[in-house]
């Protein structure tokens, strides 16, 4: 079941960690200088997922169109520029545009109704309370209870008392991670070894529940691989799975990239460990749930991330480990698997931050050892960046691809 698209064109806007923002309630939330920097050196990510038609919200017009003319045509994005300050130039089919913001918050619903005095085709949603509750991590929490046939993972515990933290991780007989209550992609999340309660620790927890007055605490499992579900929903209570997604973390839990290729070829990742009967099993649970518990309040694309941990000598499912509820860089990859990468090739999705000439020294280096190769519109094989990168880029985002046979 695919829910029905709107004929609408989206202006697009990039604005990773929204989550801060939704916890701030502000209209003028400003991000973390290093947020900023990745929303800045990212900021065209929406040319490729963007349907035929769309804009995509930048800072200058210029950048994009000279960034879209080294593009091969064959894979060149019709996804059109807008600026934060400069009058559009709409195309004449234009009648009703929709504010798609990677994540929506106050912060962002303020920009689109600030850009909607030069664009009034525009349509920009409201702010609903509800979804502040609804983005908390402890929706992730009921989400997780309800699906107690389906694993034997203890779930997270919230605290708001900084001595209740001592007493649970001293006590505790295993690793544990602290989150904060609204985090995403590794950001607002300490791993903690067994019992470790130093003066880090301590202030980290004093700061995490000093800006979100509480934190939450689960078990560390022995992880052998991260995945996720991706899913929509229609706002009207249905909520149908989109694909799947397999990714990478570092060491801290950062999000680095996604595994490219065919349906087959990340289901097979994820089966070497559990059946396929198990997957579907997850996948038809967590649609019930979330239909649940957000299929109403909630339209738009949303995210479960879920691991495989091994228990003893056997490998187990954790189907709820975060809900993101908004696009996430899986529902790229699954775009990006369909319209960009070739059937038979496979690769790697990578987001990536290093010092600025640092990454750019590796761009051309990468450009160099791994040529584009292109077979009709889509990417047989080589690095392609999907961002512009310059000297003062520290964030990049590309694909890495190498061809395949059937």
Not at 218 to 245: I, R
Not at 383 to 403: D, M, Q
Request: charged share 20%; hydrophobic share 40%.
């Amino acid at each position: 079941m695919r829910l029905t698209k709107t004929s609408n064109h989206k202006i697009h806007y990039f604005n990773p960690g929204h989550e801060t923002a939704i916890h701030s309630e502000r209209a003028h939330y400003t991000p973390t200088a290093p947020v900023r920097k990745m929303m800045a050196d990212l900021a065209f990510l929406p040319l490729w997922y963007g349907e035929a038609g769309d804009y995509v919200l930048v800072d200058r017009v210029a950048d994009v169109s000279d960034f879209l003319s080294t593009i091969p045509y064959e894979i060149r994005p019709r996804v059109y520029p807008v600026s934060f300050t400069e009058k559009p130039v709409l195309e004449a089919d234009v009648t009703l545009l929709e504010a798609a913001s990677w994540g929506l918050s106050p912060q962002s619903i303020h920009l689109f109704e600030t850009l909607r005095q030069n664009v009034p085709l525009l349509s920009v949603p409201r702010w609903d309370k509800a979804f502040w509750h609804l983005t908390h991590r402890h929706t992730a929490i009921d989400c997780l209870q309800e699906l107690s046939q389906l694993t034997d993972v203890t779930p997270p515990q919230i605290f708001t008392d900084i001595n209740d933290v001592q007493n649970f991780i001293t006590t505790h007989p295993q690793p544990c991670i602290v989150k904060t209550p609204f985090s995403c992609s590794g950001r607002g999340v300490r791993w903690i070894q067994r019992g470790q309660w130093d003066e880090q620790t301590r202030r980290w927890v004093s700061g995490a529940l000093g800006k979100q007055q509480s934190v939450g605490i689960e078990t560390a499992l022995n992880k052998v691989c991260d995945f996720a579900m991706e899913f929509e929903s229609d706002g009207d209570g249905h909520v149908v799975y989109s694909g799947l997604s397999v990714f990478e973390t570092s060491a801290d839990g950062a999000y680095s990239g996604n595994m490219l290729g065919e349906k087959n070829l990340l289901e097979k990742r994820l089966t070497n460990f559990v059946p396929g009967s198990e997957l579907d099993k997850v996948r038809e649970a967590v649609c019930v749930v979330l239909a649940k518990k957000i299929g109403v309040a909630c339209k738009g694309l949303l995210g479960v991330d879920m691991l495989i941990y091994r228990q003893g000598t056997s490998f187990r499912i954790h189907p709820f480990i975060e809900l993101n509820l908004r696009r996430t860089m899986g529902h790229v990859c699954l775009q990006l698997g369909e319209q960009l990468i070739y059937p038979s090739s496979q690769g790697r999705f990578v987001v990536v931050c290093q010092p600025a000439g640092e990454a750019f020294r590796a761009h051309l280096q990468m450009v160099e050892m791994h040529p584009l190769q292109i077979a009709g519109d889509k990417i047989r094989s080589g690095y392609f960046s999907l961002c512009p990168v310059t000297p003062a880029t520290k964030y990049r985002a590309y694909v890495e691809i190498s061809s395949g046979t059937k």
